[in-house]
């Protein structure tokens, strides 16, 4: 009896699983761009409820929590109570968490949430993005720079442990995060007056460039040119180099230096990404998060200027995609797309709701677009689409209000059917990135586009079926890497923490690819004595993945008395990590420790800092015979790093300026490493 009793139990939990996995949603979008209300949103929430909807995708602002709300009692109040309603009323939330900034409308006087203005994402004309959401204007900082990952992880942690309760119950169906003030994922694609230029031009883009090239070309500026053609012949260092750039967007990605911009401009959006999808992945709940990247879309041309053409790159490790089509776009190609390059993922859209039905009637609601995209991203295989208000003169509430057989029509056929959402496809089509980026995208979604003309070819002869888009991702590919044993093609950072005669202990991580474990090799007096990987669990690490498995440790057996010179670095690399070289000084089989540090220079006449003390810049004066490597590390009074920088200097006289501007007053230490020379100094800043 308590056998079959088990069965039927089963049984109804194995059904419910699958009713849950077969559940479709209709979601009502809340951008939250007004600051002022506390109950932003509740009315609407309520009537879409009552209405049909079973979900509802509910935005967090950065800096609206954190500068336009910040002193009042509560300044996450409009979410608060966003969350909590949803929730009583059973349905799903989709939450968006946005890490922008505003900036003031006098563009002589741009403070951008207190950004730091080298910081923000320009455009090859040198022009912020002037996106429409919110107040006045916003922008974006550069994903290479530091401030915006430090502000990625800190917002985002708080987010998640603050609406984790809500992930517990299981009334949160996934997060997602913006960074355009469209509310998307993706670089600016700028707006009306600025032109049509990429982003990010900015300069903490290009150093970054710079240092990625120096190790995709070994270091080596011929390589480069020789890869790059003959109009590069004069170029004599990493350091002259600017990406690439024209007036006519996808011309920015023609050549071998083009093709090198587009890929460096995906590392760092994945990499941006992949910093999200750790940090959410880092807070405990008893149940995981879904995640998923919500874009503008993927095939317009505007997807060029975003840089989310390579989706499915972008989207390892996440839970499935969003795109927010337009209406007059191809909406059956675009799921037919997405579906079929991220098999077993979630596929969503949304859609503007830019009109309403002149009566209520079904053939009027069948009449209207948005109807027509909700209807057709079902129909190929959508899990959600969400409803975006935007009828002019109507505000979400009046628009609800106005629309009862509108949601009626979708919950009737879509939300109340539970039939497996994986459709079934009839006829297959193939193409590579690289074409669909020099068609320029869809534009619009019409029929210029040569991948699209192919699908409607297909579905005029299979009746409309669903049908297997397979995009090859070849434009991101690096076929023949050339540097692929070098160990130089990524961005290392670690330390040494601890090491004596017995052992020692710290960890590495490759920044280009923080779910990589790092081999490691431990040269005692010239001979590697260990190798391994980076796979223990370390807390230092933590920054960068949630997990922090990127430590390592080691035993040191047999020693003989005397002095010894210990090593840490990354094999086929010249890379070492902090404090990679220490001298031990071992007595009585290694009972007596003593570790001596790296020798600095602090009084050579060969390298200087100044001004001393400093306001807005550092330079750090040197000269050399010929091109050689340069690492600056500044760390704060608390040995907190606060700067890195891996680049090169040129022979002859060098001045690297420094930006100082987002230092707190106070003394700093600057290390220095010139080639195998060791130089440190201490400045002032005021």
Known sequence: MLKKIFTILCLLVAQSVIAQDNQRYLALVLVNIEEKPNDLGIKEIEKAHQLGFNAVNIAVLWDYVKVYRANTPNPWIQVDNQMKRAAELGMKIGLRIWIDGWCGDDRKNQWCSNFNPDEIMLNGDGKYDYAQSGPGKRSMTSFAANSSLVRLKTFTTEVIERYKKYQDNGDILYVSLATTGEQELGYPYGSTGIGTGLFDYSQPMKEAYRVWLRRKYCNDIAILRKAWGESYNNLKSFNEIEPKYSIYHELSFEGNDGQDWYKFRHFMLKRYNTEFIQTVKAVKTTRPFKIINDYGSVFDDLSTRRGTMAFQDLGEGTDGIKINDYLNYNHRFGMDLIRSNMPNKWVMNEAIIDRIASS??????????????????????????????????????????????????????????????????????????????????????????????????????????????????????????????????????????????????????????????????????????????ADSLNPASQRYTGTARHGFAFKLSNISDGEHNLKIKIPESSYLIVNAKVNLSCKNAGKQT???????????????????????????????????????????????????????????SNDLEINTQSFGSGTYLVNVKIDQKYYQRKFVKK
């Open 360 to 533: 209520q009637t079904e053939s009027a609601v069948n009449s209207l677009e948005s109807y027509q995209q909700i209807d057709q991203c079902f129909a190929h295989g959508a899990k959600l689409v969400a409803y975006f208000p935007g009828v002019s003169g109507k505000t979400p509430l009046e628009l609800l209000e106005s629309s009862p057989k509108y949601i009626d029509m979708i919950k009737r056929k879509w939300l109340d059917n539970k039939s497996p959402i994986q459709v079934q496809t009839k006829g297959k089509m193939s193409f590579k990135l690289s074409e669909f980026l020099f068609d320029g995208g869809c534009v619009g979604g019409a029929k210029r586009c040569k991948a699209i003309t192919d699908w409607q070819n297909i579905a005029n002869a299979n009746g409309g079926m669903p049908i297997e888009v397979v995009m090859e991702e070849d434009f991101i590919k690096e076929n023949n890497p050339i540097c692929a044993n070098s160990g130089i093609n990524a961005e290392y950072d670690g330390i040494l923490e601890k090491a004596d005669c017995q052992g020692g202990y710290g960890w590495i991580v490759d920044k280009s690819n923080i779910n990589k474990n790092v081999k490691y090799e431990v040269q005692l007096d010239g001979k590697v004595i260990k190798t391994g990987l």
């Open 594 to 652: 003593q570790i001596t540090p790296i020798t600095y220079c602090d009084e050579c006449v060969d390298f200087n800092l100044y001004p001393n003390p400093a306001q807005e810049r550092i330079s750090l004066g040197f000269s050399l015979q010929d091109f050689k490597p340069v690492l600056v590390e500044i760390y704060d009074i608390l040995g907190r790093r606060v700067y890195y920088s891996d680049t090169y200097g040129v022979g002859g």
